[in-house]
């Protein structure tokens, strides 16, 4: 089971399940939410990755800038 040690540093996103995302994506090539290539870019926040049960690595999640349209949104954030 993967964690968040920290919540999204950008308010209303929710950091993804690392376990859900691509080795591009964990590495920070391609945005973390849309999956698109990054050509600019910001920080979402730190996840634990547990690599086959046992190794776990903290990894920077990173996404578009700007913010990709298809970022999902917590409810009741504000936003709108």
């Not at 993967?2 to 999204?8: A, G, K, L």
């Not at 634990?48 to 917590?74: F, I, M, S």
Request: net charge negative.
């Amino acid at each position: 089971m993967t964690t968040c040690p920290q919540p999204s540093l950008l308010p209303g996103i929710e950091l993804p399940d690392p376990e859900t995302l691509t080795g591009h994506q964990l590495q920070g090539w391609n945005c973390a939410l849309c999956g698109q290539r990054l050509l600019a870019d910001q920080l979402l926040g730190t996840v634990v990755w547990t690599c086959g049960g046992v190794t776990k690595e903290n990894v920077e999640l990173y996404v578009c800038r700007p913010l990709c349209k298809t970022a999902p949104r917590q409810a009741g954030n504000g936003a709108g």
